[in-house]
């Protein structure tokens, strides 16, 4: 069972003190933090990275004007119940609104953990006719919530109806469960996963204190079962904005064999302010692994355009245009050298 408000107050994680503060909090965002996690936070420490993702703080009680309700615009896309079709070739399957633990900073945190979190079948239906009677949808992206907190027979049922349906290419899951509550990485969830078509996941690490054995044990099991793994990290001020910090998780995530695919600049999501770092430092964080970090272990650095435009990277370009016909390049010590090389350049002495 997920530790709520008043189990974090009993095992020492919030101050008696606050607990009046934070039920205001959890009245409006939904609170859940699991077992593995509340095992890796110091209550002594007040910085400590991975309870500043979980356990509510009052600071969630302040909004800023530039916060939206629907940050990244999901209801303009969503034509219709657990739909969200905003790029031509992909939509979102949204077939549960539920989640093992809540991220303070969650980009739907207005809908995650409330009543009605769950597709029922004949809405779930409804979502796989649309997604038929469109042959551009090439990739369908089934996130939430969490769809790993569905049971493996139902899992099972939504890959078989996706896996049957032609025009599709790629079925891709968004999950938090293999580095929150790996346990329920079991044999029957990996068979369920089980396709004709590519089946992806994207798993969502943000500490490498997240990387743990348990963690590790659970990606295997998928890798195993010849599934490839990406990565998606949120950039936020406390936790990982620190080159050091995304440099351990990344390798330690290439090193499991999976890619660190986007490391997102934080939405702006009502009551999370304190998570956010600016545009420019975020930069300077992305392009300090150029260049000291294999290739392998680099995400891109995007922002979600707010009001639903879609999915941008932010990283600054290495390339300008020298102002003639030709291009300036910077390397990643932040020298520059001309594009094409000046032909007396690296030449050698005869
Ligand atoms: S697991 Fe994902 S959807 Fe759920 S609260 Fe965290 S960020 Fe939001």
């Known amino acids: 069972m997920p530790l709520r408000l008043d189990d974090m107050a009993a095992s020492g994680l919030v101050a008696p003190e606050r607990l009046d503060e934070l039920r205001r909090v959890a009245a409006q965002f939904a609170v859940a933090l699991t077992d593995d996690m509340a095992g890796l936070i110091d209550p002594a420490d007040p910085a400590d990275p991975i309870a500043a993702q979980f356990v509510p703080t009052p600071a969630e009680l302040a909004d800023t004007p530039e916060e939206q309700v629907d940050p990244i615009g999901d209801?303009?896309?969503?034509?219709?119940?657990?739909?969200?079709?905003?790029?031509?070739?992909?939509?979102?399957?949204?077939?549960?609104?539920?989640?093992?633990?809540?991220?303070r900073f969650c980009f739907r945190r207005e809908v995650v953990g409330k009543k009605g979190a769950m597709l029922d079948r004949e809405a779930l239906e409804r979502a796989f006719d649309y997604i038929r009677k469109r042959p551009q949808i090439w990739e369908v992206i089934v996130t939430g919530g969490d769809p790993f907190l569905l049971a493996p027979r139902r899992l099972a049922e939504i890959v078989r109806v996706l896996d049957q349906i032609r025009h599709l290419g790629v079925i891709r899951f968004h999950t938090r469960v293999p580095v929150v509550d790996p346990r329920r990485i079991t044999a029957a969830l990996v068979a369920a996963l089980a396709a004709e078509k590519a089946v992806y996941l994207v798993i969502h690490a943000n500490h490498p204190r997240e990387l743990t054995a348990q963690m590790r044990e659970a990606v295997l099991r998928l890798t195993r079962a010849g599934i490839p793994l990406l990565s998606q990290t949120v950039l936020l001020r406390g936790v990982n904005d620190d080159a050091a910090i995304l440099e351990a998780l990344f390798r330690g995530l290439v090193a499991m064999r999976v890619k660190p695919y986007y490391l997102h600049h934080p939405d702006l999501a009502r009551g999370t302010s304190h998570f956010r770092v600016g545009i420019a430092a975020g930069q300077r964080l992305a392009s300090s692994l150029r260049g000291t970090v294999s290739g392998l272990c680099q995400p891109t650095y995007v922002l979600d355009i707010p009001g639903g435009y879609g999915k941008v990277p932010i990283v600054p370009?290495?390339?300008?245009?020298?102002?003639?016909?030709?291009?300036?390049?910077?390397d990643s010590a932040g020298v520059r050298h001309p594009y094409p090389p000046d032909p007396d350049h690296n030449r050698r002495p005869k």
């Open 317 to 330: 370009c290495a390339i300008t245009p020298d102002g003639s016909s030709g291009w300036s390049v910077e």
């Open 75 to 103: 209801d303009r896309w969503s034509p219709i119940s657990g739909i969200v079709h905003r790029y031509p070739d992909r939509v979102l399957l949204k077939p549960i609104l539920l989640c093992p633990v809540y991220c």
